[in-house]
């Protein structure tokens, strides 16, 4: 044991401590400007007594010190501390551990000495320690949750080492105790995981194996020398030697060391044949896995030996290769098989890997039945199948993800033609078992072409593409190109600006004046824009983070910010007399969060804001896709007095049904509407329809982007009832809005 971590823990602790218990005398002594005369030199009695008192508590604290230091466990050296504690002259010392941390907090007696009752083992609690009136309570490693405490009573000699001075070495010798104890324990428990580990793989009747690329040595245990017909005594095969082992029909895609996706941190399992000492051949089936933390990337694997039935090997082989449902190969079969075509691809001969995701899955497993579903999946395979080009590898990842990789490709089209062709046989209409009508079911897919790089790269930018084609409509084909990568480091970007943004106060809120047409253009409310401070790019408009915020769900946290500065600035202006409403805008993904209307119910509660000045605005989007969660949010935003309204209307779908489907208050106008009054006899009419059909519904009509008095004028004459664009003020901080259209 004397090399074992938890030895060398407690000589460096030990050796620490001593060379502590020095200084801290040292430093004790030095504490006195008079410590440096020559005592037989100095007449003065006060300078030599001075002298002698520094002197006799460095000798003590020394002594205490290598008392404390030869404690074997912490029982002991409790009984050494309070014992030194007492004899400096403190009538009670007690050693107080916490045990338990609650309302009424648990101290546990590790020793005690003097005129007092309590015994090692009795608890106290927090409030009975305060009762006994302590003279002093320190602790012996201040701000540690489980060091212990002394508790004094009294007052010591004046010639001994002061009370925090002894507890910092009794705190000193208490974490070197513990931290031999965790070494201890950590090779305990290491020992008996290998133990384990051991027992384990010969029960399962495993052999393991390592290699090291670095120095090339290969290393087999007894279980696998048994499984080969080798002595304990014989040497460690070479890699050359054991290649030659393996069958050559197996070296390609699996040679038990060799294997390309171990480096990649997945393998498959995959039988391999090896000739054994006698020449007999046997069948294994291996795995391999890197040791990531080690500096050289050592490889280890696991063998069984499943030569006995080779009905059963097959049965093995297959359900370690191919995906349960639809018999195509498995992800990991596939990370292999895309490995080795890009080690072999070149310049002219390039690999092709198609994504393919079925469009609108969930909603068959949801509506027609998880059944349904995996026969599509199966039909789908087999289609893919009989569509796919010679040479090419078919895989399904999982869910309604398929992959095909085609090794071979000389031109870039090729890929697309065939990812098409391979859309359009699945779009044609299968018949599933339990429906009375053929289906149709269609996919999106994204095309990467590489002939370098890993496999992890090639499926990055395959994924990439799909997205393209999902958010492009779907039921179509896209091909990864440098575009994509620049937009998905950009999306990146924005992501990582927004996250900072939340951590570290770099949002923003800005107010842009909503006037009245009707009532000699006063102001009468002011829209919130959200903006975000960058460090290098300054300050950002939402455009350039707001979809990003959208597809990461961090609108949610940026909604919550912004509406918390809006009640802010709303209770400011309640204060100073301003009788104003606050427009603000809702993602739909916020108004889906289960807690969003409640915890705006407190903010307007506590902010004393009234609920009647607040204007939340939606989108066309958040109406069409109305579910029951974001209907309850509108719901209780209408009972805490807020008025509900849309936003940007004629960008979306623009479908007037929906008017009727939630009680809105008022309708803003998108400025491609209002921008070409003046010009646009064909706009001159769209808006004033509008106009008509909000307010037969009852609602407050506000047109955005207003730039010119002409578009005002006619606005005005069209019934409008509200006005806002950079005619009437651009968005600023809420110190700068128009006081004098304000009337304070």
């Not at 300078?47 to 002197?55: A, E, P, Q, S």
Request: glycine share 8%; charged share 25%.
């Amino acid at each position: 044991m004397s090399g074992s971590p938890a030895a060398s823990a407690t000589r460096r602790a030990r050796r620490a401590l001593e060379r502590a218990a020095a200084a801290v005398a040292a430093q004790h002594a030095r504490d006195d400007g008079s410590v440096h005369l020559d005592l037989d030199d100095e007449p003065d009695l006060v300078v030599r007594t001075t002298v002698t008192t520094h002197l006799n508590a460095g000798a003590a604290l020394l002594r205490a010190q290598r008392r404390f230091a030869e404690s074997r466990d912490l029982t002991s050296l409790a009984e050494e501390l309070v014992s030194e504690v007492h004899r400096c002259g403190h009538q009670r010392v007690l050693l107080l551990e916490t045990v338990a941390r609650s309302r009424h907090r648990e101290l546990e007696v590790l020793a005690a000495r003097g005129d007092i009752l309590l015994v090692q083992g009795r608890r106290i609690t927090g409030s009975d320690l305060t009762r006994m009136s302590p003279s002093a309570v320190v602790e012996l490693v201040p701000g540690h949750p489980s060091a212990p405490r002394l508790a004094v009573w009294g007052v010591a000699d004046t010639t001994t080492p002061t009370l925090e001075v002894l507890a910092a070495a009794g705190g000193a010798s208490w974490r070197a105790l513990v931290a031999t104890a965790d070494a201890q324990r950590a090779d305990r428990e290491s020992t008996s995981a290998q133990l384990l580990l051991s027992g384990a793989l010969r029960l399962a009747g495993l052999g393991s194996w390592s290699w090291d690329p670095v120095t090339g040595v290969l290393r087999l245990d007894d279980r696998l020398r048994e499984m080969l017909g080798r002595s304990a005594s014989d040497p460690d095969p070479d890699l050359e030697t054991w290649r030659a082992g393996v069958h050559p029909d197996d070296r390609g895609p699996f040679t038990g060391v060799e294997d390309p996706a171990a480096h990649a941190g997945t393998s498959a399992p995959y039988p391999f044949r090896v000739r054994s000492t006698d020449g007999t051949e046997r069948t294994f089936l291996g795995m391999s896995v890197p040791l990531a933390t080690t500096s050289s990337s050592v490889v280890q694997g696991l063998v069984l030996d499943v030569s006995a039935g080779e009905k059963s090997t097959g049965e093995l082989v297959r359900l370690a290769q191919c995906d349960s449902l639809t018999g195509l190969a498995n992800r990991s079969v596939m990370d292999i098989r895309l490995a080795e075509a890009l080690e072999k691809a070149t310049a002219v001969d390039a690999v092709a890997l198609v994504l393919l995701d079925l469009d609108r899955f969930k909603l068959v497993n949801d509506t027609l039945g998880h059944q349904i579903g995996d026969a599509l999946l199966r039909q789908v395979a087999v289609r893919l199948e009989d569509a796919a080009p010679p040479g090419a590898t078919l895989a399904r990842l999982g869910g309604d993800e398929f992959v095909v990789m085609v090794p071979g490709i000389t031109r870039p089209e090729a890929a697309s033609i065939m990812a098409r062709d391979l859309l359009r046989r699945l779009r044609s209409p299968m018949l599933l078992p339990g429906l009375p009508e053929p289906f149709v079911c269609t996919s999106s897919a994204g095309i990467a072409v590489g002939h370098q790089g890993t496999a992890d790269d090639l499926f990055r930018s395959a994924d990439m593409a799909l997205y393209r084609a999902k958010d492009g409509g779907r039921d179509r084909v896209a091909v990864y190109d440098s575009a994509m990568r620049e937009q998905a480091q950009a999306r990146r970007d924005a992501e990582h600006r927004v996250r900072r943004a939340l951590r570290t106060d770099g949002l923003r809120v800005v107010w842009q004046p909503i006037v009245d047409l009707r009532d000699n253009r006063k102001l009468v409310a002011a829209e919130a824009l959200v903006r975000l401070e960058d460090p290098v790019e300054g300050l950002l408009e939402p455009k350039h983070f707001v979809d990003t915020a959208e597809d990461t769900g961090l609108i949610v946290d940026v909604d919550t910010w912004v509406l918390g500065e809006a009640l802010r600035q709303l209770r400011e202006w309640r204060r100073a007399d301003v009788d104003l409403q606050v427009s603000f805008n809702v993602s739909g993904k916020t108004l889906e969060h289960p807690a969003f209307a409640h915890r705006l119910a407190h903010s307007v509660e506590s902010t004393g804001a009234a609920g009647t000045s607040l204007l939340c605005e939606v989108t066309e989007r958040t109406l069409i896709d109305l579910s029951s969660t974001t209907r309850a949010s509108l719901g209780e935003l209408r009972s805490m007095g807020a008025r509900v309204g849309l936003d940007d209307f004629g960008t979306g779908y623009s479908s007037l049904s929906y008017l009727d489907r939630f009680p809105l208050s008022f309708l803003k106008i998108d400025m491609s509407f209002v921008r070409p009054l003046g010009t646009s006899d064909r706009a001159e009419a769209v808006v004033r329809a509008l106009i008509s059909l909000a307010h037969a519904h009852g609602m407050v009509v506000t047109a955005e982007g207003v730039e010119t008095e002409l578009q005002a004028t006619m606005l005005q004459d069209m019934g409008c009832d509200r006005g806002q664009g950079y005619l009437f003020g651009r968005p600023v901080d809420a110190s700068l809005l128009p006081v004098g259209i304000l009337g304070a």
